[in-house]
């Protein structure tokens, strides 16, 4: 009896010493299954990036030609846009940029020369109410929002739309009269389509506020008749 107890002792003593290298290997290796997770979570965000430009890619196939190179310009440098629709491709928070949006419908503008305006390129800006008639007459594609804060410029290259910003506040300052800035514009985006660059096509020139100062809500009209109530005008009547 004690001669198979000790061979049963022996037996557990060379089973334990077998196992002993797979032991100290999982030892070794505490942070193994979070390695592999961290490999799981990179495949799965690669493929959701893929997904994504495949996504747009589709969207603007059957999109115009300018459209369609722009949409390719802007992602090629942004990435794949944040929201994809049908008809428009938007991203958001490119700094210093508030949004960034591709349109699939062209508007024909013939200033300087025709060309379809399909990018719209929003910052936080506010144009003071006296010179948005001097913004207009500069150029229709540079639109002021007032309430919203923002200034957005239309074109088809991302240059030309920073080149309208920059003349744009140079118009608001003072710096340039609207006639003057049409003149700069139509040399400067003359310069830029045949190479040539320019600091007012590379960057904004002035510094962005942030969107809370650009603002404007406004302030409400004194004595009006307001059928929703004074407390809460635009909430919605009870039925």
Not at 10 to 25: D, G, R
């Amino acid at each position: 009896m004690g001669r198979m107890h000790s061979h049963f002792i022996l037996a557990m003593v060379a089973t334990a010493f077998l196992l002993a290298p797979s032991l100290t290997f999982a030892q070794a290796n505490p942070c193994a299954p979070k390695s592999e997770a961290k490999a799981e979570k990179s495949k799965r965000s690669n493929a959701s990036k893929n997904d994504k430009e495949a996504r747009w890619s589709r969207v603007t196939a059957s999109w115009p030609e300018t459209a369609k190179n722009t949409a390719r310009e802007i992602a090629q440098k942004y990435g794949a846009p944040d929201m994809v629709g049908s008809d428009l491709l938007v991203w958001r928070n490119k700094s210093p940029y508030v949004w960034i949006q591709v349109n699939r419908k062209e508007v024909q503008h013939n200033f300087p020369a025709p060309h379809k305006d399909v990018l719209d390129i929003a910052i936080p800006y506010k144009v003071p109410v006296a010179m948005l008639t001097k913004l207009a007459e500069f150029d229709g594609s540079a639109v002021a929002m007032r309430t919203k804060g923002l200034l957005v410029a239309s074109c088809f290259k991302e240059g030309l739309d920073v080149l309208i910003l920059n003349l744009a506040n140079d118009v608001v300052t003072g710096k340039k009269t609207p006639e003057q800035a049409r003149t700069a514009f139509g040399e400067i985006a003359a310069g830029m389509m045949k190479g040539k660059k320019n600091p007012y096509t590379e960057s904004l020139q002035f510094k962005v506020q942030p969107l809370s100062a650009t603002q404007d809500p406004d302030e409400p009209l004194e004595n009006a008749a307001n059928p929703c109530g004074a407390k809460n005008p635009c909430a919605t009547k009870k039925r």
